[in-house]
């Protein structure tokens, strides 16, 4: 069966019917929103929640970044946790940047079916700092005493991180429609995870339980390269648990750049195929 012919097919009883994503550092759950979209085509209640107090829209935050400002880690994993507590089953969940750092603390809790991470951010225990991460995130941590603030990207900053495979006039339009302020401290408990005993970040990576764990890395992304998302999925060699790695060519960080259709259709098959035979066992 095609793509095509699949779109508009109700997935497996065995399959979660629920799809939760979670998005990362400046940006919001708009940013998911043409996977939402294609997600939801084949038959997916989808879920993209912004961050606990970020519930207003991207103009809004930008306006007042307020919000932004006090969060951490721990508020990030709970509200989500929260989330996904009330559903009736457990979701497939997908994680960019940031996101991918929460969905597998999530993961390593007990939740989800299924999880991928989307150019995923690191835990404890993965202490790659790439040059190009640190010249993408620079903005937000060339301050060592700057905590509880929300520092956004200009223009040029922005289509370095995240749209570097894109003209500068393809990456402004995306900044208007997805960038806001990053939360400093959650980046900075984020990058410097394995310098703390106590992170919030920290997992079990030989846990046989969690559910299956895609990694998907894009070549020419600078916040998280291809070899910082190798060396995550490496790290859980040592778990029973199915744990994969995919790197897709010729793409920047952002999830929703020109191509994204075969990334996202390839997450969500992934995802409910292992989910499904998992259910199954």
């Known amino acids: 069966m095609t793509i095509d012919q699949q779109a508009n097919t109700a997935p497996d009883k065995a399959v979660p019917d629920t799809v939760v994503l979670i998005h990362g550092l400046w940006l919001t759950g708009r940013s998911w929103e043409k996977w939402a979209d294609r997600f939801e085509g084949r038959g997916y209640k989808v879920l993209a929640p912004n961050w606990p107090g970020m519930e207003g829209e ?12 006090e969060l951490d880690i721990d508020q990030i994993v709970d509200h989500y946790t929260r989330i996904i507590g009330e559903l ?13 750092t929460v969905l597998q603390v999530l993961l390593d ?14 835990v404890k225990g993965v202490p790659d700092l790439p040059l190009s991460t640190l010249r ?4 937000a941590l060339r301050n060592p005493f700057k ?25 402004d339009e995306i900044y208007e429609r997805y960038h806001v302020p990053c939360a400093v401290t959650v980046l900075r408990e984020a990058a410097f995870a394995s310098l703390h005993c106590d992170a919030p970040t920290t997992v079990d990576f030989a846990n046989d339980d969690r559910a299956p764990l895609l990694f998907i890395t ?3 992304d600078h916040i998280i390269p291809p070899n910082v998302g ?3 999925a490496e790290k859980y060699s040592g778990s029973k648990a199915v744990t994969e790695f995919q ?30 035979a998992r259910a199954r066992a």
């Open 109 to 122: 809790r007990g939740l989800g079916a299924a999880g991928v991470g989307v150019a995923a951010g690191t």
């Open 247 to 276: 790197e897709y060519l010729a793409r920047p960080h952002f999830p929703g750049a020109p191509g994204w259709e075969e990334v996202a259709d390839h997450a969500i098959e992934w995802a409910a195929k292992h989910a499904a």
């Open 147 to 171: 905590r509880h603030s929300a520092v956004p990207l200009n223009r040029n900053e922005f289509h370095y991180a995240f749209a570097n495979t894109l003209s500068q006039e393809e990456s």
């Open 88 to 100: 009736d089953k457990p979701p497939i969940i997908m994680g960019h940047s940031l996101g991918g």
């Open 58 to 69: 991207v103009e809004a935050l930008n306006a007042d970044p307020s919000p932004i400002a």
């Open 218 to 220: 894009f070549e020419h």
């Open 230 to 232: 190798r060396h995550n």
């Open 136 to 139: 993408a995130t620079l903005p």
